[in-house]
């Protein structure tokens, strides 16, 4: 292959994943959601709750990305906030997966982590991840408040979870580049709201 075709399969990459976020930017009902996520992280760290996150893969690569971004900082030097991937304890997590199931990994740390009030976002991009799907049902019933990052249908979750955010395409790595963009909107706006007066400038 020529450098000319690499350069076009480069900008057509490009190119693609501009056109996703250019569809999300167009999208007033998933604008709006993105909105009433943050707004609902606000709330809960202002009541001194935790929210945790889930996922496979790059998905889990992308929970454990915000969960740092809120627990650590974002722009600014400022107090640090609860949030926590489920899947960073490989222990553990090995363990559950060999004495019960890999489905059930999340649900079961959930089991013993989510309390009332607290926020579950799940990021899976088919929306029909087993183990994302038995966590955000098994929050749902605790008293979580549920979010799911996902592909255009939302698959399962679409009926599981209070706040779908449905990215609108159906290529995976244009999702997941889609979800650190929402996620990243996410971190700023919660930092922003809780930390304006204190921020540095």
Known sequence: ???????????????????????????????????????KMVECFKQDQKVLLCGNGGSAADAQHIAAELSGKFYHDREPLYAEALHVNTSYLTAVANDYSFEDVYARMLKAAGRKGDI???????????????????????????????????????EIVELLINVPDNDTPRIQEAHGLIGHILCQWVEEVLFSNKADN
């Open 120 to 158: 579950l976002i799940g990021f899976s991009t088919s929306g029909n991840s087993e183990n994302i799907v038995r966590a955000l049902k098994t929050g749902k019933e605790q008293g979580m408040f549920t979010i799911a990052l996902t592909g255009n249908t939302g698959g399962r979750l679409s």
């Open 1 to 39: 292959m020529s450098f000319n075709q690499y350069l076009m399969d480069i900008k057509q990459t490009i190119k693609a994943s501009i056109n996703t976020k250019e569809k999300l930017f167009h999208d007033e009902v998933l604008l709006e959601k993105i909105e009433m996520a943050a707004q």
